[in-house]
């Protein structure tokens, strides 16, 4: 399944399943993304990042995918787990030292 | 290992009366950062601070909220006479700084505020 982010904020998937959750981020010169996990009740967690001058990156079941030409990012979780299911934001950050975060996306698992 | 602590979890004010949420960092990390969450909404930015001196308080009111982060101890979002719409949650998180690397920001389990 794939959800963009502001447009669709939920996403359902099977379990094992991949998931692909997008962002459209909004300043040409942010140089660094996040992704993070935020589980009810608690802080969002870190999951991966990437820099600009990078277009993939790939972490344990992970992996991100950065299109500057479009300022569009992307999550990609491989095998989809019931623990996974949580709320998923990106965040951009300026030169300025500044993180902007996105609406959000829901993502829930389906067993 | 500790990571982000903020405290209280949750905090109960009454209209008018004074909200002081607290956030100790990561241990070495000198930058800090609050941000406020409505029920099913991003992170709204509010204050960004190192030891002694506030960087950018662009997102924050310019009534009634503070904020603060000595050289000892931990760093202070203060909120006088509260209205009930400051009911949120209100994270903070930390960064180290490394000469001009990107550096991620972690964040603790929040506070989150009802005002009665």
């Known amino acids: 399944g794939e959800s963009v982010g502001l447009h669709l904020p939920t996403l359902s998937v099977q379990e094992g399943d991949n998931s692909i959750i997008n962002c459209a981020y909004s300043?040409?010169?942010?140089?660094?993304f996040i992704w993070y996990k935020q589980e009810s009740g608690k802080g969002p967690q870190f999951i991966i990042d990437?820099?600009?001058?990078?277009d993939k990156r790939q972490g344990q079941r992970v992996t991100v995918l950065l299109n500057k030409t479009v300022k569009h990012l992307s999550l990609q979780i491989a095998a989809t787990q019931p623990g996974d299911s949580a709320v998923y934001f990106c965040?951009?950050?300026?030169?300025?030292?500044?993180?902007?975060f996105g609406t959000g996306t829901s993502l829930t698992v389906i067993p | 290992n500790a990571g982000v602590m903020q405290n209280p979890r949750h905090l109960v004010r009454r209209r008018g009366q004074e909200a002081r949420l607290r956030c100790s960092p990561m241990?070495?990390?000198?930058?800090v950062y609050w941000y406020r969450q409505l029920p099913e909404e991003g992170l709204k930015f509010m204050v960004y601070?190192?030891?002694?001196?506030?960087?950018?308080e662009s997102g924050m009111p310019k009534e009634r909220f503070s904020a603060e982060f000595p050289k000892e101890g931990p760093s202070i979002l203060r909120i006088q006479q509260v209205v009930r719409g400051d009911s949120a949650a209100y994270f903070c998180?930390?960064?180290?700084?490394?000469?001009?690397?990107?550096?991620?920001?972690?964040f603790g389990d929040g506070t989150r505020l009802s005002i009665l």
């Open positions: 300043n040409s010169a942010s140089d660094y």
């Open positions: 965040a951009e950050q300026y030169s300025n030292n500044q993180f902007y």
């Open positions: 601070l190192q030891k002694e001196n506030i960087i950018d």
């Open positions: 998180a930390s960064s180290p700084r490394i000469g001009n690397s990107n550096q991620p920001q972690h």
């Open positions: 241990k070495g990390h000198s930058h």
């Open positions: 990437i820099r600009s001058n990078m």
